[in-house]
């Protein structure tokens, strides 16, 4: 981690804690590299004026070094931050485009809107939520990692900009522990080939370096019928320390390729309050998808117009290309610190998005009237009449689902933040000032396909497109497409935005004895500008046009109506938006171990790209009809305790938030089929959340739980969902690490969990509790080498994280997604 002038004024810490406590330091042992001790203790610095002991801070934080979260045996970043008090991750999708929230704040789509996602501490995107690319997707965590801070609440929503619930930041290790280290991992049971590097190193006395990555190659945990899981990631950064400061220099280069893991069609028996889930035969839910070796080619037009060729095995492509510094100077009582980032960020996502499950015979006659025939389009049964659709892979079922091809044709992001801070000594007290401005562009140039397929359900990598023939002997579909488009040209757009944000802040903290009080500011200002384009802008756009899209010389049904783009009738974009946020607190240090505090808090989240194709901006003048829609707004308040004495650490704090909220959500209509729709509603939620640990010899155990009671506060277009819970959302969240650890082995288990919480916001189907137990054993057979196994999902359990449908079918079909099953991998770490 990171160290800065600002926290030599820190006073040390000396007592050992829990890694989600606070970032202490890991026995020697399990060090990610190198063979030097790190410090006993560092101050947390993220979303804060200045890094202080945190018994003297009135915030809500946590932190999970390196080498605590190598035991997690995460395969995903959303799978390690589900260990941190108070945020709720969905990452069942795969490793980008997980949901996040935090303290009850809703989850209405993907991505972390109310949460900011940092890397040392400037963001990966100016929004979290933006849609198709969450800042996760550009996200991997390695042996680079030093340590992953959190603050929930608090002053979060002053130090950085839309980021109302609280900041999680990912540090990287900068040469300050000398050593490296190589480990190579293997899935035993599914397909991983893994090498991750890293190496730091003192040039002088005042020049180090660190340099680290990672490459890996396979299926994946889940059944696909190809590697799914192609790339990697390297990270480099150069410090320079002086009498007075340093200055560092770093740099970031991502390739990578994962899946998107979609939702899957599951039985589902019993009732609403009450249902018994199971798999649909030839598919399980914890290792199958709807990815297949077969179905890979993707056609359609680009945001220009022309024919052009996706592969559906690219997945969420991430491409990162970015370079940075940090400069921290004191002169005489001024403390001066800018950070600066340079990111160019593309990519894509190409996802298959089930619409509907049926009998084959009944989606045969939807597509091909009475009489229609099906075959098979790709596979190796490609042209084959499947004679008995009702026995079609042992279930009988065909699924309409959409391509979902949107390419990232730049999602570039410049950021600078610097700030300035000074401490006075007012009477037997201290007095710190910080002001700071922060400064940002962030391009939002992406364009969106949405195609319709229709394919068998079948697991293990093997689905495969069908095509519908009519009675007349005319095919109705064309290599398994129904159409090239959605209804017409439904979210077939092109979107050309940048945004631009401009934010003073300032803090005023003064602590005497035991007191500590402070308050914090900050005024966001953004602009928005460019084009978007689309038939669904309204208008009389006109988003169809027959295109021979394979070049066979022959106009077939579905590309009679191929979705286009009306370039000549762009939607303009031209709006501002401006909001205040505020954050003031009381600590009070009842004793040397003890303390308590309160703190109340206003912050904003800009609105951003999930305002345009709404009746929230004008498409000729590309203003906001009211400018309360540009921004939504999140109030806070929180009494914490905080306990550390003799390596026993307790966190307790109760909160309370209210929220508005303009999102775009997928969710189903009564008659279980999916839609999307434009919400604009409030939300409400309190609650308690806890984090402990102990520390006994050999034996470790931390732990932490948020219990939330959350409604949905106003919503004009749905009265009759007012005072229900939202859907997701838990009553109770718990995690939980016991772990013994010896100078040659350590063994424990991450614990994490959930009790039962609503699939739709109607409130009626109910999503089962799940409690997941993942096991790890470490050992050091020798000096410098380590032979780790790991095992998720060590039961195998079935936990259910989403269901589109609100309540149960007649079919007793729904579509939902799972966790992975039971994943074992294994790694051998060499260090020097």
């Known amino acids: 981690m990171k160290k800065s002038l600002l926290l030599l004024t820190a006073a040390p810490l000396a007592l050992a804690v829990p890694a989600t406590a606070q970032v202490a ?6 060090q990610a590299s190198g063979t030097a001790s790190a410090p006993a203790e560092e101050a947390f610095t993220t979303g804060v004026a200045k890094g202080r002991d945190r018994l003297d801070s009135a915030t809500s934080t946590s932190a999970l070094k390196g080498g605590d979260i190598e035991e997690f045996g995460a395969r995903s970043l959303g799978e390690i931050l589900r260990n941190i008090p108070g945020i709720r991750a969905e990452s069942e999708g795969g490793e980008g485009n997980a949901s996040y929230s935090i303290r009850g704040l809703p989850l209405a789509a993907t991505g972390s809107k109310y949460l900011q996602l940092q890397e040392d501490g400037l963001p990966v995107l100016e929004f979290g939520d933006m849609q198709q690319f969450a800042p996760d997707m550009f996200m991997r965590a390695d042996l680079n990692l030093s340590a992953v801070e959190a603050i929930r609440g608090g002053s979060a929503s002053t130090f950085a900009s839309n980021s109302p619930g609280g900041v999680i930041n990912l540090l990287s290790k900068t040469g300050d522990v000398e050593g490296g280290a190589v480990q190579t991992t293997l899935g035993l049971n599914y397909g991983e080939h893994r090498i991750d590097a890293d190496y730091g190193h003192k040039l002088s006395d005042t020049l180090r370096f660190h340099i680290g990555g990672f490459y890996r190659q396979g299926e994946g945990p889940r059944n696909l019928g190809y590697d799914g899981y192609k790339g990697g990631q390297l990270k480099f950064n150069v410090t320079r320390t002086f009498g007075n400061g340093f200055v560092r220099v770093y740099g970031k280069y991502l390739n990578d390729r994962t899946p998107s893991y979609q939702p899957i069609p599951i039985m589902v028996s019993g009732s609403d309050a009450n249902p018994a889930f199971t798999n649909v035969p030839g598919v399980d839910i914890r290792t199958d998808s709807l990815l297949s070796r077969n179905n890979n080619n993707v056609l359609t037009l680009d945001g220009a117009n022309n024919i052009k060729r996706d592969d559906a095995r690219d997945g969420m492509h991430a491409v990162v290309k970015a370079i940075g510094f940090e400069a921290q100077f004191d002169f005489g009582d001024w403390s001066f610190n800018d950070k600066f980032r340079f990111a160019a960020i593309s990519g894509g996502t190409i996802q298959t998005l089930p619409l509907a499950v049926a009998p084959a015979a009944a989606l045969a006659y939807a597509y091909g009237g009475p009489g229609a025939s099906l075959s098979y389009a790709t596979g190796p049964r490609a042209g084959q009449l499947i004679a008995s659709p009702g026995a079609l892979n042992g279930n009988g079922l065909l699924l309409s689902s959409i391509f979902l091809d949107t390419t990232a044709n730049s999602l570039q992001n410049v950021t600078n933040d610097l700030r300035a801070s000074r401490v006075w000594k007012i009477g037997h007290g201290e007095l710190t000032m910080t002001a700071g401005f922060y400064k940002s562009s962030q391009t939002y140039n992406s364009d969106w396909s949405f195609l319709n397929i229709l394919s068998d359900v079948r697991g293990g990598g093997d689905a495969a497109l069908v095509n519908v023939t009519n ?12 159409a090239f488009g959605i209804n017409g040209a ?18 005023l ?22 084009s978007v384009f689309g038939a669904d802008l309204g208008g009389g756009r006109i988003g169809v046009a027959p295109i021979d899209l394979n070049g066979d010389g022959h106009i077939s049904i579905p590309e009679s109506q191929t979705a286009t783009l009306p ?14 946020s505020y954050s003031v607190g009381a600590n009070f240090r009842i004793a040397e171990p003890l303390a308590m505090f309160a703190r109340y808090s206003r912050g904003g989240r800009a609105a951003a790209d999930k305002v345009l194709f709404t009746p929230a901006i004008g498409v000729q003048s590309g203003q906001l009809l009211d400018p309360a829609s540009g921004f939504d707004t999140v109030k806070q308040s929180e009494v914490g305790l905080k306990f550390r004495k003799s390596g026993i650490t307790v966190n307790v704090t109760g909160f309370s938030a209210t929220t508005g909220e303009r999102n775009v959500q997928v969710n189903s209509k009564p008659d279980g089929s999916i839609q999307v729709e434009n919400i604009v509603r409030g939300y409400s939620a309190k609650g308690v959340e806890v984090e402990a640990g102990v520390r006994h010899g050999p034996f470790r155990l931390t732990a932490g739980a948020t219990y939330t009671s959350a409604k949905i506060a106003s919503d004009a277009a749905h009265l009759t969902l007012i005072g229900n819970v939202p859907r997701h959302q838990a009553s109770f969240l718990f995690e939980t690490t016991p772990q013994i650890e010896t100078k040659y082995a350590t063994v424990g288990a991450n614990i994490v969990g959930t009790t039962s919480s609503y699939a739709q916001d109607v409130n009626q189907l109910k999503l089962p509790g799940y409690t997941l137990v993942n096991a790890f054993v470490q050992v050091r057979p020798m000096q410098r080498m380590q032979v780790m196994l790991n095992v998720n999902n060590l039961f195998d359990t079935v936990a259910l994280a989403e269901i589109t449908q609100g309540t149960i079918p007649a079919s007793g079909i729904v579509l939902g997604r799972a966790m992975n099953g039971r994943t074992i991998s294994t790694s051998l770490r060499l260090s020097f």
């Open 509 to 530: 903290n003064y602590h005497i004895g035991k007191l500590a009080i402070g308050g914090s500011v900050r005024y966001d200002m953004g602009k928005a500008s460019g």
């Open 471 to 482: 009675a007349a002997g005319v095919p109705t579909t064309q290599d398994g497409y129904i």
């Open 490 to 507: 439904l979210y077939h757009r092109r979107y050309d935005v940048t945004y631009a944000v401009n934010a003073p802040y300032g803090s």
């Open 567 to 580: 370039l000549g009738s762009p939607g303009n974009v031209d709006y501002s938006y401006h909001y205040l």
């Open 25 to 30: 330091a890991a026995p020697p042992a399990k």
